[in-house]
């Protein structure tokens, strides 16, 4: 088998007790990218992940690389590290030793394994607590040891399972920069990363695929799929706050939501014919004003230096990103100016019919 060729997974289903884990999922992992896999809790990337080290079985589908049987092929002969949630490091043993492990046990000469092994600490800003044990290293510090453990392997496949989702918005911050430097030289591994955060998604991978309740129902580079989220469910996942998705109707040269007439109809929808349609607006597309679409407050949260306004238009809840600090009240009402350039226009199943036209200016909190 060839060290550094694509994985290819096409169908791969699993169900459990009559709950799909994965549904149909095909995929091409390259070697020399870095792939993120975006998705809710229980939106089947573990699983995936699992299948992909041979930690897990699939119902029905085919896993190849370089032509060979990946499902049939042994886990110890994958050529695979995993870097878990929950960071795993040995106890007893110090930072080089946790590093060196592997390598130990794969027989490598001592040269090798302290050549290897110091590089990955050095690569993880470790090598100057090589001689501690784990519970002497704070969380981050222990996912490091992890991080370095598999990049000293050398492995053709790298799978990360949501490695910084225990640490703290600070410290994942830093880490996430560090990442994708760790990976500008791991030449042609395969490296797949699971977040259910959009900005680390975006922030990370050269290639995006989002997942929900065990399917892919997008992959594409990161812009792709921001600027144009091929459905409803997608929109939402990709967004942080959640894409705002309301029910709208079209006619007469105006858009109609909630019964007030929110806006002209802009430019990239005018092609459109008049009828009854799902649209979307990300929050920050959305401001408070003295008239507009009317709402009451149901939750107010501040995040740092904004306030996220979370409105209940009858039925339909939106959430409105606003700078600075607001003393906005639970119950008060409010009225919504929707920006209309801003509009993505979806059908009644939810699938994408036209995005706004593309304004580098939208992309800045990608």
């Given at each position: ?89 040995y106890p ?76 703290d918005y ?192 939208s992309a800045?909190?990608?």
């Open positions: 088998m060839t060290p550094h060729a694509s994985l290819n997974a096409t169908d791969l289903c699993l169900a459990v007790d009559g709950v799909d884990h994965l549904k149909d999922v095909t995929a091409v992992f390259q070697p020399g990218r870095l792939h993120t896999v975006i998705g809710r809790t229980q939106a089947g990337k573990t699983t995936l992940l699992r299948v992909l080290a041979g930690l897990q079985g699939v119902d029905s589908g085919t896993l190849t690389r370089d032509g060979a049987d990946f499902l049939k092929t042994p886990v110890w002969r994958r050529d695979t590290a995993m870097v878990y949630q929950q960071f795993i490091n007893h043993l110090n930072v080089f030793d946790n590093v060196a492990f592997p390598l130990k046990r794969a027989g490598l000469p001592q040269d090798e394994i302290r050549r290897r092994a110091g590089q990955s600490l050095e690569r993880v800003g470790l090598a100057h607590l090589h001689e501690r044990k784990p519970s002497q290293l704070s969380g981050g510090q222990q996912q490091r040891v992890a991080v370095a453990r598999a990049l000293a392997r050398g492995a053709g496949i790298l799978l990360f399972d949501e490695p910084f989702a225990n640490l600070k410290l994942r911050e830093q880490l996430r920069e560090d990442f994708r430097t760790l990976f500008s030289d791991q030449g042609e591994a395969v490296v797949i990363y699971t977040t259910t955060e959009p900005a680390e998604a975006m922030m990370l991978g050269d290639v995006v695929l989002v997942m929900h309740e065990g399917q892919v129902v997008q992959i594409g580079a990161p812009g792709e799929v921001f600027d144009r989220p091929a459905t409803t469910t997608v929109a939402r996942i990709i967004n942080d706050p959640p894409m705002n998705i309301f029910p709208g109707r079209l006619a007469d040269g105006r858009i109609t939501v909630a019964d007030f007439q929110a806006t002209h109809v802009p430019g990239h929808l005018a092609d459109l014919p008049e009828g009854s349609y799902q649209f979307g607006l990300r929050a920050t597309d959305v401001a408070l004003a003295a008239a507009g679409v009317a709402g009451e407050v149901t939750f107010v949260e501040i995040s740092g230096s904004e306030t996220f306004v979370h409105v209940a238009v009858g039925e339909t809840p939106f959430v409105v990103q606003i700078e600075g600090i607001h003393d906005i009240v639970l119950g008060d009402v409010v009225h919504m100016r929707l920006r209309p350039e801003r509009l993505f226009a979806f059908d009644q199943a939810g699938a994408l019919l036209r995005p706004p036209s593309h304004d580098p200016a800045e909190g990608r």
